[in-house]
Nanobody
Framework: QMQLVESGGDLVQAGGSLRLSCVAS????????IGWFRQAPGKEREAVIC????????IYADSVKGRFTISRDNAKNTVFLQMDSLKPEDTARYYC????????????????WGQGTQVTVSS
């Protein structure tokens, strides 16, 4: 059974950093594209960034370019989201998602979701 478990969310001041982790069980991460999505209160879930099976990266949220980095540790079956220079508008619940086919910004294409981890950035 596929399972994704996120951790690392916290309350942080603007300009700070956080690293989110997504641990997979029941499958190997490098056989899937793994993305991070986020959802702020009252807003739709949006794609942020994704790491392809090849290891290359796709960024979907222009606002995170130069600030967010995704990486994968195959030995730990874990994907990380390093978030630097955080802004209040980054406040959201962040979800890890697995797609057997490709990186995509479309939530309907996701095969498996984690439960999410809350990131709150204070001004």
């Amino acid at each position: 059974q596929m399972q994704l478990v996120e951790s690392g969310g916290d309350l942080v001041q603007a300009g700070g950093s956080l690293r989110l982790s997504c641990v997979a069980s029941g499958f190997t991460l490098d056989s899937y594209a793994i993305g991070w999505f986020r959802q702020a209160p009252g807003k739709e879930r949006e794609a942020v960034i994704c790491i392809r099976k090849s290891g290359s990266t796709a960024i979907y949220a222009d606002s995170v370019k130069g600030r967010f980095t995704i990486s994968r540790d195959n030995a730990k079956n874990t994907v990380f989201l390093q978030m630097d220079s955080l802004k209040p508008e980054d406040t959201a619940r962040y979800y890890c998602a697995a797609d057997a086919w490709r990186c995509s910004e479309w939530v309907d294409e996701v095969d498996s979701w984690g439960q999410g981890t809350q990131v709150t950035v204070s001004s």
